[in-house]
């Protein structure tokens, strides 16, 4: 008996010890606003290269929030680096702000996406890299589709909304508190007209704060459709049936966009890229569970799609 654990346990302590040998890591600054992780793969003389934006608010590298660490992002990178796909994840400018204690208030969703090109330039330019792929979840998605025109050789949306910000908050708001829908609707026609206003519900304020409609106005000029529309390169789309905040039917409208694109979905994968059994407060509570694994076939269906497109 003794002797059987003790071989389980070699048998463990080798594969975490392969697993950690498959990759090299280096940590990068692009520029002021940009640092991250770059993961290399040890036996790839010159791999693909994924770089991995990531969804709203103050998100780092690893796909965490202040109070939400699940390592989405981290696993992603990892257990794509772990066959053979060089990733690079970044924390967002406003995490980097935020740890410094100095939040720029004027910050707009194009520096977003001028953070994003300034990254693929970063690798573009240094011939390491085979093919360069952008990977964008959720907000980052739409930034994603913007910044893989500059130059990207494919792009794939995890998780990303087909439709504006302001389309996507009237319909969550009306799923979920049906009695805010008329003033959302009305607090965004005001901001369609580039006017902010206090006159909103204080249940709104989290979505509405003053400080925040500059940057979301300037979100809501760009519609993925229209966006995705116009991307020449290779379109991977992803949903999970599971995904609580972004539905299946927002990776529709992305597909029929744009004839380049295919589309996976991930029965039971959900917002944050793991498989979810169980019912919604299983979902929820996911949100802050690190010890989750990822969706191996959100991860192969990456990999079979860069594949493919490999020259």
Not at 24 to 31: A, D, R, Y
Not at 47 to 75: F, Y
Not at 182 to 203: C, L, N, W
Request: charged share 20%; with cysteine; hydrophobic share 40%.
């Amino acid at each position: 008996m003794k002797f059987k654990l003790l071989l389980v346990l070699c048998l463990i302590s080798n594969s975490v010890f392969t697993q950690e040998l498959a990759f090299s890591q280096k940590e990068i600054t692009v520029n002021q606003f940009i640092d991250g992780t770059l993961l290399i793969p040890n036996d790839t003389e010159k791999p693909n290269l994924a770089i991995i934006i990531a969804g709203s608010g103050p998100t780092d590298r690893n796909g965490n929030q202040n109070l939400l660490k699940n390592n989405s992002l981290k696993k992603l990178a990892e257990g794509l680096s772990a066959k053979g796909i060089a990733t690079f994840r970044y924390d967002k400018r406003i995490v980097k702000q935020i740890r410094k204690g100095n939040v720029d208030m004027s910050i707009r969703f194009d520096d977003f996406i001028t953070d994003a090109i300034s990254v693929l330039k970063y690798f573009d330019t240094s011939e390491t890299y085979n093919n360069i792929y952008i990977i964008g979840h959720s907000q980052g998605s739409l930034v994603g589709i913007a910044a893989a025109k500059e130059g990207a050789d494919g792009f794939i949306s995890l998780a990303g909304a087909g439709k504006p910000i302001d389309e996507v908050i009237i319909d969550q708001i009306t799923n979920t508190a049906p009695m805010f829908t008329e003033d959302t609707k009305r607090v965004f026609s005001i901001m369609k007209e580039g006017k902010t206003t206090s006159d909103f519900p204080q249940a709104l304020s989290s979505i509405f704060n003053l400080e925040v409609q500059p940057f979301m106005m300037s979100w809501m000029q760009y519609n993925p459709q229209e966006e995705i529309s116009t991307l020449e390169t290779p379109i991977l789309i992803i949903n999970g049936t599971k995904d609580l905040q972004v539905s299946v039917d927002e990776a529709n409208l992305l597909n029929k966009a744009n004839t380049n694109s295919i589309i996976k979905i991930i029965d039971n994968m959900n917002h944050i890229l793991v498989p979810i059994e169980g019912d919604t407060l299983e979902n929820s509570k996911s949100y802050n569970e690190s010890k989750r694994v990822i969706s191996e076939e959100l991860i192969q269906s990456i990999i079979a799609f860069i594949k493919s497109n490999n020259h």
